[in-house]
C-alpha cells in the first residue's frame, strides 16, 4: 500500500525527457500554490542527476519567481556551467506554462578532509517526547486548512519544541523556534542515496523557516490568514553527511524583519550533535489590508 512518503519520493523522481532536461509532477500545498521546497528539492534532483556519483551537493542558492500552478508539470532545465577537479555546478531553471517560476545554483564536490569545527547544538527537548504536528491542530482551526495542513506534511514527521505560531496567535515571543524532523518511514534500498537525503531535507527546509517572523509579532501565519507571505529566495549550506530519515533538529530564528519581507536564518543539527547544514531564507510577509 502506498504511503505519504512513497508519494513524496514519487513527486521527486523526476522523468528525463532529454539530456539534461528533466520534468516533474506538482500538487498543491497549505495554500492553493506549488510549495516552494518542492521546487527547490525537484531542481536540486535534477542538477544531482547531471553530476559525477562520486560528488554530493554542498551548497545551493535559489530564488522564488512566480507562484507555482499545481495543476501544471514543471519542466527543469540543466546548465552545465563547470566541472572542476574538485567541484561542479549546475544552474537550474523551472519552467511552466512557458514562464520561469523558480531559479536555482547548486555546487557540488568530492570528498576530502579538511579543518574541522562547528557551532555547539543547542539544548532541545527529546524528539520522541513532543506531540506530533497532527496532535497540536488547534481545535478551532478552519477544517480545510488543517485538513491542507495534514496533507502537505504527512510524509515528516514533525515535532515544535514549543507551540507553532498559528496556534498561539495574538502572542508575540521571541522570535526563534526549534522543530524536529525526519521522514515518516524509512528510507532503503534502490533509493537510499546521499543525494535524495539533501533533497529531502531540502523540501522540509522551506515549512517553517519563517515561522521565527510569525512569532516575534504573535501572527498566526497563513494557516489562520492574518498574514500573507511567499518565499523569495533560499541559500543552503551542507556540511557534513546526514540521513533525512533520522531526527534533525531545525534551530530556526528571525534576525529581523522590514519593509513587507522577513528574514530566517537556521542550523540543522543530527541527534548526536553535528551541525549538518546551514539554510537562510528571505520571504514575503504582509499584514493583509482590511
Known sequence: ?????????????????????????SRSAVVPRVFGGQVAAQALVAAGRTVPEDRTAHSLHAYFLRMGDPGAPIVYTVDRIRDGRSFTTRRVVAVQHGQPIFHLSASFQTYEEGLEHQAEMPSAPDPETLPTAAEILPQDLDPEVAQRLLEARAAVDLRYAEAPPWSTAGQPREPRSQVWFRTNGKLDGAIDEPLLHVCLATYVSDMTLLDSVLLAHGRGGWAVGDVVGASLDHAMWFHRPFRADEWLLYDQES??????????QARIYTQDGRLAITVIQEGVVRVPRL
Do not use: C, K, N, V
Open 1 to 25: 500500500m502506498s504511503t505519504p512518503l512513497d508519494g513524496l519520493l514519487d513527486l521527486l523522481d523526476l522523468e528525463r525527457i532529454e539530456q539534461d532536461i528533466f520534468r516533474g509532477l
Open 255 to 264: 534576525p529581523s524583519a522590514s519593509g513587507g519581507r522577513g528574514l530566517g
